[in-house]
């Protein structure tokens, strides 16, 4: 929308917009003609926050934002319900406290208190009011109060109505302006509210730091609880499992391991070397048949042997252990004891080979000692091996459950850790705490009223004419916000250019809508006339037969709707008149049965219908009017459609006869809609055209129909828009030519961008048109 368009649309509302504030003007000015005029206490207090900021300990970095927010917070809690609500108790005490005298007229609530009852609810409200407690004031007793404040109109509500909280600037002062009708009532509440606020502001910080600070309390000693509890759990643990040190055991039993698998590789080198020349000895002292010499070793030399064989094997197992745990003195003294075994072992073998039967032949005492000697080696080696192994397998064992242990101590210590840390923390957020209540206890003690209020002389300037002005200013806009939202939700067709758009079909022309009085054609067309509108419409006819000529030369044309009271005849008539001004010949048919409206104009002869039944011809059937150029074939009013007068075959000769004498042929028909005349006459036309009437809405069945032509087996061409208003023709008519004052032809030039030709004056040479 376009300036000029939404100029015309405020235009077609000016009654609402002007209408609509005078009358909201009107009813303020009733409403504030007796308002009483308004007086302003002034009361100032120190917040004391920045002072508290540059205290010593502080942290000086603290930005404008963070002040500037905890201002906001300082200002709302001082206008916030539970300190009004104590201005409230004090207001209401005060007139209890003065009947007669109050700050408002008492009413006949407080008539009626006895003085019993009166000093019962003097002692409550300063209950309330020493203690900072809150009063449900929506039942019982508080509902009483509630009341009772109402009535004065001491209620909360009213209170912060007339106060405002500000910040001086950028200072560390915060004033508390309150306005009423009463000077003394003003500097009144600006006084107490300020008196109640920093009594309620320090009760309730010393409150808040007692709760919090037990909280923090209460944190740490559960945090030192479960530090000690995890502590115990470790130290049991160990206990438990005789663990000192799992590193130093851990390795102490990685170098046993270490010397155990070199005494291996020792004894087993020992093992397999006694073991190689015991077999080398074997066949030097076997015969061809195999029979052994030693036969004859006496049994009991035998378990001598065998029984200083075992104590040798354990006295190697007990010195071999003390070699591991480096107790050198004892492993010597084992060691002697070995040596004196192995020689108690030589003096037995000796007598076993002296009582040994030995081969006669052949002296072999020699060889069957160092035998002796070597299997002893070899069972000593052996049983070593046996000891060895067994030591390493407990040692694996012993290395497996320290790594079991080492990782259930590790997440001991993982335990103690997080808890020592958390511990830590809230240590550190309990001292922090205790410096910021520090802080604050200062900051509080520094909130203090500097300026108090008094009773001011002069009341404020009137407010009434800046009500009423901003009533009206008001008003208007919400009007003008109502045009917005009905043209917005306005669809109905205005120009010929919307319902271009809603079809997607061309639009022909439009027609201004015309009154009774200019209804008159002939006299249209005849005479020159000084009514705009009817000039207007004039040359629009003219537009519009410059359009259609392509479609009513020797054609036969349908003028048809969607909707009723389009004016479709009026335009079949407005047409047929343009066209027989140009000497043309035409041929106005009434094919609308439902209402012959045409052919009452012209008061023809209905003989349509005996025309197609070949009753009459055509000569006979078409009636004259006052235009010579123009001919009327009138018809009856009835419920027959085309196809139901006569055969198609006989209709399609007769309409095929109208073009024969005439240069066109424009044929008025029925809706679209209601009735099927109009279907039933597209195959014998030539074109269609379809009327529209301007503020109806274009629906969803016009778009069908429109589909349905483009479709039919006619030629569809376009529509012409009917009843348009004057204003909106601009767009295909040009600039009306009103008579307009010169400031609002300057203001319209302006409006469309000729600044150059808003201020030119009219010359001598532009006088003629």
Known sequence: MDVIQFLRTLYRYLPLLILLPIVTVLITYVFVRNMEGEYRARSVISSGIIESQSAPGTDARINRDQIAFRYANFMELINSRPVISLVSFSLLRHDLQNPGRGFRPDTPEFEDLTPTARASLIDSLTYYIDSTQPLDLTEGYGLTVYNLMVAKGYEPEAVTNRSRIQRLGQSDYIQILVESENPRLSAFIANELADLFIKFYRFRQNQLLGVNIDFY????????????ERSRRLQNFKVANSITNLYEQTKAIAVQVSDFEYLRQMETRTYRGAESLIDSLD?????????????????ALNAQVAASRRQMSELNRRRVNAVIRGEMALADE????VAELRDLLHVSVSNMNTQAIADPRVAREQLITQRMLLALDREQARQALIYIDRELQRLANLTREFARLEAIQDTYVREIDLAERDYLSMLDRLNQFRLTQQQTINSGAQVEQIERAMPPRDPLPSKKILIILVAGAGSFGFALVSVFVIEYFDLTIKTARQLANALEKPVFGIIPGLEDDELDIPAMFAQSSSNLTIKATLSLVRHLRS???????????????????????????????????????????????????LTQ??????????????????????SPTTHENIFVLGCDISNLTINEIAPKAQVERAFEQLIEGYDSVIIDSTMLVKHNNTRELLPFADSIILAFAAGEVVNGLDRELVVELNEAPISFEGCILNKVELNQIEDVYGELNKKRSYPRRVFKQIIRGNIKGAFRFKRAADQID
């Open 601 to 622: 104009t012209f008061q023809s002869e209905p003989a349509l219908e005996r025309y197609l039944r070949g009753e009459i011809s055509l000569d006979e059937a078409v």
């Open 547 to 597: 359009n259609t000529l392509p479609y009513t030369e020797g054609r036969r044309l349908i003028i048809s709707s969607t909707q009723p009271k389009t004016g479709k005849t009026f335009l079949s008539i407005l047409l047929s008149y343009a066209l027989a001004q140009t000497s043309r010949k035409v041929l106005l048919v009434d094919a609308n049965m439902l209402s012959n409206k």
């Open 217 to 228: 309390l209460e944190q740490v000693r559960l945090r030192e609880i479960q530090l000690d």
């Open 334 to 337: 084992l060691e002697q004891q």
């Open 283 to 299: 066949v030097v002292l076997t015969d061809n048949s195999g029979r052994d010499f030693t036969e004859g070793r006496q049994a």
